[in-house]
Nanobody, 123 residues
Framework: VQLQAFGGGLVQAGGFLRLSCGAS????????MGWFRQAPGKERDFVAA????????YYADSVKGRFTISRDNAKNTVYLQMNSLKPEDTAVYYC?????????????????WGQGTLVTVSS
């Protein structure tokens, strides 16, 4: 599975962005999907995850109520809608695929990773 994330950019605090992650290769619909982020000088952190069918979603406390993860299996794409962005949301955002189909907050459970897309939130 190859993953490609895009949609990052520069936005002012309070603004919004929508990240997309397209997948090619094996059946996208069987994978749980996750978004992680890594700020400069920090470890990679969990942001959000969604199960293979979209029935279960999970969020980090820091983004709950502001970010929404969704997927369109017909388009082999997972999305991360980010609203009310804060400067502390600035990071490189990565999408990842979980072969088990569940989607979890644990990065070690993911089998495939895309390249990152940079999100910069100015104050």
């Amino acid at each position: 599975v190859q993953l490609q994330a895009f949609g990052g950019g520069l936005v002012q605090a309070g603004g919004f962005l929508r990240l997309s992650c397209g997948a090619s290769g094996r059946a996208f619909g069987s994978f749980g999907m996750g978004w992680f982020r890594q700020a400069p000088g920090k470890e990679r952190d969990f942001v959000a995850a969604i199960s293979w069918g979209g029935g279960s979603t999970y969020y980090a406390d820091s983004v709950k109520g502001r970010f929404t993860i969704s997927r369109d299996n017909a388009k082999n794409t997972v999305y991360l809608q980010m609203n009310s962005l804060k400067p502390e949301d600035t990071a490189v955002y990565y999408c990842a695929a979980d072969d088990s189909g569940y989607g979890t907050k644990w990065s070690k459970e993911y089998d495939y990773w895309g390249q990152g897309t940079l999100v910069t939130v100015s104050s």
